[in-house]
């Protein structure tokens, strides 16, 4: 889902409702978290589409027109404190900067009367925000955890993977060395990126930017230069070793997402390239003092093996589910729908 941390940037009109999915039980459309905000005229984002939504819009603009909807919600809902928030789960800060918004919370049962047969129960918030200083706190409290990539090349490939990485759950760093590069070639694909999503950099020796990446970042390396990919991915395997995981991980098939390893700063080093390609970088990398357990953790060529295509988008969707896939081994990823 897009980032609530993104969304103050999109055009909406002042005062709406944000509903948002606090609590689920049995089979749901849509995860703790999922939001959309409405006003009287449009919807950015979504709770789980069908009747359920249908209903949480038409109740929101009902609430928006309501004489003093702010202060008095509709009767089959209750009033959400602090500590109702809390147990729910919801991300909540300590500073108190921001007084926690008046909501208003409806239970909603997927059956027959919603004509939806998913047989679970969803939880929605509404809140009113009638200003930029109302959206705030919810900036700050249920902005979403994203998981950290490193894309090393500004190429056509590197362009189609930002647009497909930038609406996910990632936090994307765009690496190259050639000065002015991103800001010249690529300045509108960013442009065009949900603000936030994307943070560029250029750097040379751009193999000096491994040494600065958060841990747990996936990396994925596709350089206009073989020379560079070759230092990248040493980089890479050197920064891995020194935190004492060396043994890596055994070989598997190429272009299956591998499983992750504890302990493994760097937990995925995708290599874009062909089976000779990566025969060529394992010979030289050998000569670097990588053993075989080493190399096994870099993925080469990158993508599912299922999908096949040599056209940049078609590459970068296979890479974004592969990432995709190997996030869901390492971090608890409810099923998408009504299942």
């Known amino acids: 889902m ?14 709406q409702i944000l509903v948002h999915v606090v609590r689920t039980e049995g089979s749901v459309p849509r995860e703790v978290g999922a939001f959309m905000r409405v006003d009287a005229h449009g919807v950015v984002g979504t709770v789980g589409g069908g009747h359920l939504e249908f209903q949480a819009i038409a109740r929101a603009r009902e609430w928006l027109h309501a004489p003093n909807a702010r202060e008095h919600a509709p009767a089959d809902m209750q009033r959400v404190d602090a500590s109702d928030v809390e147990r729910d789960h919801v991300a909540t800060t300590s500073s108190g ?40 706190p919810w900036v700050v409290r249920l902005a979403p955890t994203r998981v950290p990539v490193a894309v090393f090349g500004g190429g056509h490939v590197g362009v189609a993977l930002i647009r497909a990485l930038a609406p996910l759950p990632f936090a994307v760093s765009w690496i190259d060395s050639r000065e002015g590069f991103l800001s010249a070639a690529s300045a509108a694909v960013v442009l065009d990126c949900l603000p936030g999503a994307v943070v560029r950099e250029e750097i040379d020796p751009v193999e000096d930017a491994v040494g600065h990446l958060p841990d747990g970042t996936r990396v994925l ?107 869901s081994h390492t971090a608890p990823n409810p099923a998408a729908g009504c299942k």
Not at 104 to 125: A, H, I, M
Not at 225 to 232: F, I, K, M, P, R
Request: proline fraction near 9%; glycine fraction near 10%.
């Open 2 to 15: 897009p980032g609530l941390a993104r969304l103050p940037s999109v055009a909406v009109a002042y005062p």
């Open 221 to 327: 390396i596709m350089s206009f230069s073989h020379a560079e990919d070759l230092q990248v991915v040493r980089a890479c395997l050197a920064r891995n070793r020194a935190a004492g995981a060396g043994a890596g991980l055994p070989s598997e098939a190429v272009g299956s997402p591998k499983p992750p390893t504890v302990g493994l700063p760097l937990p995925f080093i995708g290599l874009i390239g062909s089976k000779t390609k990566w025969a060529r970088f394992r010979h030289r990398l050998t000569d670097y003092g990588f053993d075989d357990h080493a190399l096994g953790q870099v993925t080469c060529p990158i993508g599912l093996s299922e999908i096949v295509g040599k056209e940049p988008e078609v590459i970068a969707a296979s890479v974004a589910a592969q990432l995709l896939m190997f996030r």
């Open 97 to 136: 900067a921001h007084p926690w918004p008046v909501s208003w919370r409806q239970r909603c049962p997927l059956g027959p009367s919603l004509g939806q047969c998913c047989g679970g129960v969803v939880w929605l918030d509404y809140a009113w925000v009638a200003s930029e200083s109302d959206w705030q």
